[in-house]
């Protein structure tokens, strides 16, 4: 792919199967096209606002610890292939396009079905997925997951923008506005609960699945902003101690210096007809612009 510079800062390149945009100030965002997994977003003042583990797997052999990654055709564990956050973070995607959209850079990533992800156990369906990623005038990251049912039969699934955040100390982090809402507790046998708090703090394992989330949310008092739209739920998720010491990919302290914060469509799951298109997005904010 031709590499486009329209200004010292300004543009998108592609080499080693990672696309990565420039955009407005110091912003800046980088995709592998292994699973269309968003590895790093730097907002306008430069600053890396996403976290990556520093041992995590980037040769395409496993999902990328970190990041944006796509959890597509299932959220979380259930009978699909492969049985934990479906295939799509999986798979090498396509980049299908790169552009400026006037100052703006943007990339098209494109992963279609295959003989693997229609094989019987797994998703016996046609699809087209889509992720457009720009960064716009201020530097802000726009994500549109497109998910096209370009087969016969109609399918259902659930997603997650599976969004780790680089944060100084995760136990300080609040998330505040889920006072009421509904959670399936996952370090609790999948309970269903009521949040209590009006702040949700990462003083331990937090693995929640809030029901019907706000679409204007912050990671913390003074963190990114997330705005979505077609994701109905939102999922906080911090390992803490014990959980991080399992995960291969992870330092045992990784737990410190990330909160994922997740919005999904759980529940219900959406349900595609033939030749129907939904769309996710979510649009990461810098705290630098938001009061
Ligand atoms: O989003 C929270 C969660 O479902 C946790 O239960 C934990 O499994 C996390 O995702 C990470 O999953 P992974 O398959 O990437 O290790």
Known sequence: MQTHVDSPTRGYSESDGVVTLRGAGESSCEIYLHGATVTSWRDASGRERLY???TAVLDGSAPIRG??????????????????????RRLPWALVSAEMKRTEPRAVLR??????TRASEHFPYRFELTLIAALDAVGSLSLVLRVRNTGATAFTFTTALHSYFAVEDASAVQVDGLRGKSYKDNA??????????????FEGEVDRCYIGAPDDI???VSGVRLKK??????????????????LSDMPDDGWRTFVCAEPAAVYPPVELAS????DATLDLISPLLTK
Do not use: M
């Open 52 to 54: 990556l583990s520093p």
């Open 67 to 88: 990041g944006i990654p796509i959890c597509w055709p299932q959220f979380g564990p259930g009978p699909r292939w492969p049985k934990q956050h479906g295939f799509a």
């Open 111 to 116: 992963l279609v079905d295959t003989e693997e």
């Open 188 to 201: 609790d046998g999948l309970e269903e609960k009521v949040e209590q708090e009006e702040s949700v703090r």
């Open 218 to 220: 912050r990671v913390g």
């Open 229 to 246: 739209r077609g994701l109905s739920e939102l999922v906080l998720w911090n390992p803490f101690v014990e959980k991080t010491r399992a």
């Open 275 to 278: 030749g129907q298109v939904y």
